[in-house]
């Protein structure tokens, strides 16, 4: 028996790592309710292979709805030391193709191919964090929240959550009991109206200088990761920078909240740009793409397996190697000088300019 026993305890370590460069296919084994629209969903390797990731990062789903190879990018809300699985956290958005497709298609036992992990949102070393978030922008740092609790170490953090109302604070009763666990952990929530919750002891409110001078006294002094809406994302930036904190301690996640719900978009054609190849080595395709046109739009509407998220020169995701030929990129910050003289280039801001291969 102790025999058995050792042996199931040492098959998890021995599983192998899932790679992000070729595995692709992820197998959803549980669908939980967390409000009225929003759900998590857990996904295993078919091949019970291990995740290796960061807090923070994401996976891009690609379930092909219709077909068509559209691109959503979701947070990875689980803690990095559950290694055999994967959970991310999607909220219903009205018209968003993808985030309603989950909600009311993927149940447990079927298949979506995704890319990842991916993303550079990952907690720095600091003595003392804030972490905000906004609606459903909650998921990566409550991925760095669970990851703090499962290695049961000293922590300094203010973890400040807004939401429309009380019944939209997702992950409302397990963070309540994370404060009361973790030592120097502080939660603070702010729904923007109470609704019909007239129990509601807190304040309400948007997010405002006020209220992180009673909430968050310290704040020039934290190192601060935020993510959620734009405007949400905006409004906190200017009261961060403002109350004294460094620019190079303050994050913030470069997709609008946790789900992207971008459209790639086509140029209209011209008699005049001329065609080039464009040839991915390690999945075997070529394809064309004019040079009024960027490669990653291309890319993805021939179905070539290309990691992107912000489609704009910021995040870096679809940073790629350009094995030969030259591009016209017009990046965003998303990618180093040393970088480009490296040979790497980003596909969603680059325009070909000759005949081009490229490692993906």
Same mark, same amino acid.
């Given at each position: 028996?102790?025999?058995?026993?050792?042996? !199931? =305890?040492?098959?998890?370590?021995?599983?192998?790592?899932?790679?992000?460069?070729?595995?692709?296919?992820?197998? *959803?084994?549980?669908?939980?309710?967390?409000?009225?629209? #929003?759900?998590?969903?857990?996904?295993?390797?078919?091949?019970?292979?291990?995740?290796?990731?960061?807090?923070?990062?994401?996976?891009?789903?690609?379930?092909?709805?219709? &077909?068509?190879?559209?691109?959503?990018?979701? =947070?990875?809300?689980?803690?990095?030391? !559950?290694?055999?699985? $994967?959970?991310?956290?999607?909220?219903?958005?009205?018209?968003?193709?993808?985030?309603?497709?989950?909600? /009311?298609?993927?149940?447990?036992?079927?298949?979506?191919?995704?890319?990842?992990?991916?993303?550079?949102?990952?907690?720095?070393?600091?003595?003392?964090?804030?972490?905000?978030?906004?609606?459903?922008? %909650?998921?990566?740092?409550?991925? +760095?929240? !669970?990851?703090?609790?499962?290695?049961?170490?000293?922590?300094? #953090?203010?973890?400040?959550?807004?939401?429309?109302?009380?019944? /939209?604070?997702?992950?409302?009763?397990?963070?309540?009991?994370?404060?009361?666990?973790?030592?120097?952990?502080?939660?603070?929530?702010?729904?923007?109206? %109470?609704?019909?919750?007239?129990?509601?002891?807190?304040?309400?409110?948007?997010?405002?200088?006020?209220?992180?001078?009673?909430?968050?006294?310290?704040?020039?002094?934290?190192?601060?990761?935020?993510?959620?809406?734009?405007?949400?994302?905006?409004?906190? !930036?200017?009261?961060?920078?403002?109350?004294?904190?460094?620019?190079?301690?303050?994050?913030?996640?470069?997709? /609008?909240?946790?789900?992207?719900?971008?459209? #790639?978009?086509?140029?209209? @054609?011209?008699?005049?740009?001329?065609?080039?190849?464009? @040839?991915?080595?390690? @999945?075997?395709?070529?394809?064309?793409?004019?040079?009024?046109?960027?490669?990653? =739009?291309?890319?993805?509407?021939? &179905?070539?397996?290309?990691?992107?998220?912000?489609?704009?020169?910021?995040?870096?995701?679809?940073? =790629?190697?350009?094995?030969?030929?030259?591009?016209? +990129?017009?990046?965003?910050?998303? $990618?180093? @000088?040393?970088? $480009?003289?490296?040979?790497?280039?980003?596909?969603? *801001?680059?325009?070909? +300019?000759?005949?081009?291969? $490229? /490692?993906?």
């Amino acid at each position: 028996m102790a025999i058995e026993l050792l042996e !199931r =305890s040492a098959s998890p370590a021995a599983a192998a790592t899932w790679n992000a460069d070729t595995d692709d296919t992820l197998l *959803c084994v549980d669908v939980h309710d967390e409000t009225h629209d #929003v759900k998590s969903f857990t996904f295993v390797s078919p091949e019970r292979k291990r995740f290796a990731f960061s807090a923070g990062q994401y996976f891009m789903f690609e379930p092909g709805i219709d &077909g068509e190879q559209d691109g959503r990018c979701y =947070s990875i809300s689980s803690s990095p030391f !559950r290694s055999n699985a $994967i959970t991310i956290t999607v909220k219903r958005v009205e018209g968003g193709k993808v985030s309603n497709w989950l909600h /009311d298609n993927l149940k447990p036992g079927a298949q979506v191919r995704a890319t990842g992990p991916l993303g550079r949102f990952v907690r720095p070393a600091a003595k003392k964090y804030l972490f905000v978030s906004g609606g459903s922008g %909650i998921t990566p740092v409550m991925s +760095m929240a !669970r990851e703090m609790a499962d290695a049961a170490e000293p922590v300094d #953090v203010v973890f400040l959550h807004a939401g429309r109302s009380p019944k /939209d604070l997702v992950f409302r009763q397990e963070l309540a009991t994370l404060a009361e666990r973790l030592k120097g952990f502080r939660l603070h929530f702010l729904p923007e109206r %109470i609704a019909n919750e007239r129990t509601w002891s807190g304040l309400s409110g948007r997010i405002s200088k006020e209220y992180l001078g009673l909430a968050v006294a310290d704040l020039a002094e934290r190192t601060v990761m935020c993510c959620g809406p734009a405007p949400f994302m905006r409004a906190m !930036r200017t009261l961060a920078l403002d109350g004294g904190v460094s620019p190079a301690n303050y994050h913030e996640e470069s997709f /609008d909240g946790a789900a992207l719900e971008d459209a #790639v978009t086509s140029l209209p @054609q011209t008699t005049e740009a001329k065609t080039f190849t464009v @040839q991915f080595s390690k @999945q075997g395709k070529t394809i064309e793409v004019r040079a009024d046109q960027t490669v990653l =739009s291309c890319a993805k509407k021939a &179905g070539v397996r290309l990691p992107s998220s912000c489609a704009n020169g910021i995040c870096g995701t679809c940073k =790629s190697k350009l094995v030969s030929g030259a591009v016209d +990129m017009k990046h965003g910050g998303g $990618i180093r @000088q040393r970088e $480009i003289d490296s040979g790497l280039f980003l596909p969603c *801001c680059s325009k070909p +300019m000759s005949d081009l291969v $490229i /490692d993906r």
